[in-house]
């Protein structure tokens, strides 16, 4: 924080609130719980600035599965009077948001945003890049391109029942974590053919949820860590091309890619700040609007 400030030539005072997510460890929306690795008092202390942050606890007390959490903030600031959109966010696990025109006046419930987890984004394939050649993700999507498609194992893969699941629904590395990745191998696969498989998968599994859960979706905006990953993205778009919706990443609509989640941590501490529900019911499933987050004075 203190380096940002230092770059944006601005000092605490000029700061209304810092909104910090922190890292999620564990999310089990099932047992009722989840848990996101801060320290908010401290960084309040150490930064003089109100802190917000513990965002999805109070979407969870009030039923709901405190994610995803993004689906309210691309409405405000993507969705359209005129034309319905689709915000697909690749990070980890990807999740879409899919943004009804916000011009209907005779049905206003039915312009609200509501979206869903499709399964794992970069996960896996971060995983196995880590566990084959140590690397921390596979840059630009290179080593899955060296890679073919190996059928049984995606057709292993994708029988996952998470994906019977109706929505709402959430998930995390609980279910999509390399052990059982592994538990599908045989052990004599290349492993650039399962970096391959991996991509697709990620990719069938987002193509498969946008075309169930937004039918009528001509326009998809990609953001998050998986933009960068060139074959990902061309693989993606080749396939929802393929169905009649177009493709482009959320700079086309003034937000660069990879500020939209951090935008999104902001704009739910502002909301924070204003006593105002920020919380999507319709994409996490709780029973009301409600003010998420929690705070701390500096």
Not at 88 to 99: C, D, R, T, Y
Not at 183 to 212: K, M, W, Y
Not at 277 to 289: D, E, F, L, Q, V
Request: glycine share 12%.
């Amino acid at each position: 924080v203190h380096g940002l400030l230092a770059q944006q030539k601005l000092a605490p005072r000029d700061i209304a609130a810092i909104g910090a997510h922190g890292q999620t460890v564990r999310h089990a929306p099932e047992h009722g719980y989840t848990v996101q690795l801060i320290n908010l008092p401290l960084l309040a202390e150490l930064t003089g600035i109100d802190t917000v942050g513990d965002f999805r606890r109070r979407d969870m007390a009030g039923g709901g599965q405190g994610a995803p959490l993004v689906p309210a903030f691309h409405q405000a600031v993507f969705g359209s009077p005129e034309y319905g959109r689709v915000v697909l966010n690749i990070g980890g696990i990807a999740n879409i948001s899919v943004l009804p025109p916000t011009k209907q006046p005779e049905n206003p419930s039915a312009a609200q945003a509501w979206g869903f987890d499709t399964g794992a984004g970069n996960m896996l394939m971060d995983a196995w890049a880590r566990h084959i050649w140590q690397e921390p993700y596979d840059a630009g999507g290179r080593r899955a391109a060296a890679g073919r498609l190996l059928p049984d194992l995606l057709a292993k893969l994708s029988a996952h029942p998470y994906f019977r699941l109706p929505y709402p629904k959430s998930t995390g590395r609980e279910l999509f974590s390399l052990s059982w990745l592994q538990s599908h191998l045989n052990g004599g696969e290349d492993p650039h053919d399962v970096q391959q498989t991996l991509l697709q998968f990620t990719v069938r599994t987002i193509a498969d949820a946008v075309f169930q859960a937004a039918p009528q979706a001509r326009r998809l905006y990609v953001c998050g860590g998986g933009t960068r990953n060139g074959a990902l993205m061309a693989a993606l778009t080749e396939r929802l091309q393929a169905g009649g919706i177009a493709v482009d990443n959320t700079a086309a609509l003034q937000l660069d890619p990879q500020w939209v989640e951090a935008a999104a941590f902001a704009w739910l501490a502002a909301c924070w700040c204003l006593g105002v529900p920020s919380n999507p019911p319709r994409a996490t499933g709780a029973g009301k609007a409600l003010v998420l987050g929690a705070g701390y004075y500096a």
